[in-house]
């Protein structure tokens, strides 16, 4: 790699969750402020720079011009409990969280970095319940957030309902996968799930409701192992040069 991008790491005070958020930002190797990027903010955000290898993964992308000019921010989380809270659809931090997101995050990028500042040039992208909280959050603010990619995530009929009830599905395009081996995960509230079934209901809900969507099964389960090779397909699909 003859071009790498530069990472900056800042704590961010939310005063939605009343407490300080590291972020893990990306931005490309020839990065100018007279330029555009698309901003793409990743729940369970250290992984996505460990497990995922996203930052040298951008860099390969963006040198084969297979992407747009992007800035990719990755929220960590504390520990599981922390993650539960924030991400698990009605938990106690939910509503703060999307508030964060939506609100504070959003308003801060757009001063720091040089953003579209409109739906389609942000997008949500997470894993198993990182995946739930962007598909939620998009649902919530769909003029903020035009593009989530989840990736084997969890639905329930919480999440089932928030999709029902949108009016609005051209809004939002979405980018959905689901391993076919993922029927007994164990979540991280110590209880065996199948998330495989739940998925393709979700699919027929989003697909009859017209969503613009990408919808994929893949042969594995409920690791990073499938979902760090699928992530080069994700982000040149959604983050395709305009």
Known sequence: MSNKGTIEEILFYSEALDEHIPLIIHLPAFFTPLQKHLLVIAQDGKDYF????????????DEEEAIDRTIFVG????DVTDRRAKYYPNAV?????????????????DEKYPTYQMG????????????????????????????????SPFVNEAVMEKVRAFQEPHLLELYHIIGTEET??????????????????????LSEKGFPYYYEEFQGGHIWRYWQANLPHALSYMLELS
């Open 50 to 61: 460990r497990f995922g290898k996203a930052a040298s993964l951008l860099d390969r992308l």
């Open 75 to 78: 929220i960590p989380y504390k």
């Open 93 to 109: 931090q939910n509503e703060a969280y999307t508030r964060f997101l939506a609100h504070e995050l959003t308003s801060y990028l």
């Open 120 to 151: 389609r040039g942000r997008i949500l992208i997470g894993d198993s319940l990182g995946g739930t909280i962007s598909l939620m959050t998009a649902l919530s603010y769909p003029h903020t957030f035009g593009k989530v990619i989840m990736q």
């Open 184 to 205: 007994a995960v164990k979540t991280t509230s110590g209880k065996i799930q199948d998330f495989i079934k739940p998925n393709r209901e979700l699919h027929a809900l």
